[in-house]
């Protein structure tokens, strides 16, 4: 009987910290179960082997921050027969987005003490601005029960199954008490989308929207609410500009409290 060919999986960096790679390593024996299905054949983060591709499913971590980067992104979806970006920077520009609403030469100018042999872009773009791509994973880091819920989906050929409710659904469903209504914490637990398991909210801390607007964030409301509860401009600015500075509903709602 002839042996079955598996398919072929690629894992490539763009501009990032390297923390959604750690969330693959991080699954441990669910990996190996992976790893049994399908030929990892690029994954630079856990060893230099490299196959070459095609590749049936590639995973992507990083933002567009260079020129290089942007060439760069549209070989690996030349490459690829399944494109999935991972993390708040593939997805939305991530915390380097910040970049997007100043200049970034200014930064440059400040931090290295010879910026002219810096090669960057003005802005910190998501991967889905360059190239199409087949699913978007959120997180920062990504979840690894959803990770594992991309790679299951494919295996089994059907569209992967990921919550676009809000944070505030998985702390009812944990028995958390609101922040807001019962301590006055400022929380983005109602615009976020949730996959975290309301972790912050369980240690009495406001959501910090790691993973991104939710499928239809109500941001202005959720501003007044934070105002009502002592927030100013200035703050408003800064809750909504942090992983997922650069996601557009996030975007919009900081640019309006930057001009007041």
């Keep these: 009987m002839p042996r079955r060919e598996k398919p072929k999986l690629a894992v490539f960096k763009l501009a990032s910290c390297d923390g959604c790679q750690l ?17 990892i054949a690029s994954f630079l983060e856990a060893s230099r082997a490299v196959v070459k591709g095609p ?11 260079t020129p290089h980067d942007a060439e760069r992104i549209h070989q690996v979806r030349r490459a690829a027969r399944f494109l999935v970006t991972i993390g708040a920077c593939a997805t939305a520009g991530g915390i380097q987005a910040l970049r997007n609403s100043k200049d970034v030469h200014e930064f440059a100018r400040y931090v290295y003490p010879s910026p002219q042999y810096l090669e960057t872009l003005n802005k910190s773009t998501p ?37 676009t409710y809000s944070v505030c659904v998985e702390c009812k469903r944990r028995g958390t008490p609101c922040v807001m ?11 976020t989308q949730a996959g975290c398991g309301a972790i912050c909210p369980a240690y009495e801390r406001g959501c910090y929207g790691c993973f991104g607007p939710m499928e239809s964030p109500n941001t202005a409301s959720l501003a007044r609410t934070l105002g009502d509860h002592g927030v100013d401009a200035p703050g408003l600015v800064r809750a909504f500009r942090s992983f997922n500075a650069g996601a557009d509903p996030f975007r919009r709602e900081s640019e309006i409290h930057e001009q007041t």
Excluded: M, N, W
């Design 23 to 39: 969330s693959l390593l991080d699954c441990e024996d669910e990996l190996l179960a992976v790893a049994g299905e399908v030929e």
């Design 55 to 65: 590749y049936d499913l590639v995973l992507v971590e990083g933002s567009i921050t």
């Design 127 to 163: 991967i889905v601005d360059h190239v199409f791509v087949d699913f978007e994973l959120r997180g920062c880091p990504v979840s690894k029960r959803q990770l594992l819920e991309v790679l299951s989906a494919f295996l089994a050929g059907r569209k992967p199954v990921v919550p």
């Design 181 to 191: 209504v019962a301590r006055g914490t400022p929380c983005l637990g109602p615009v």
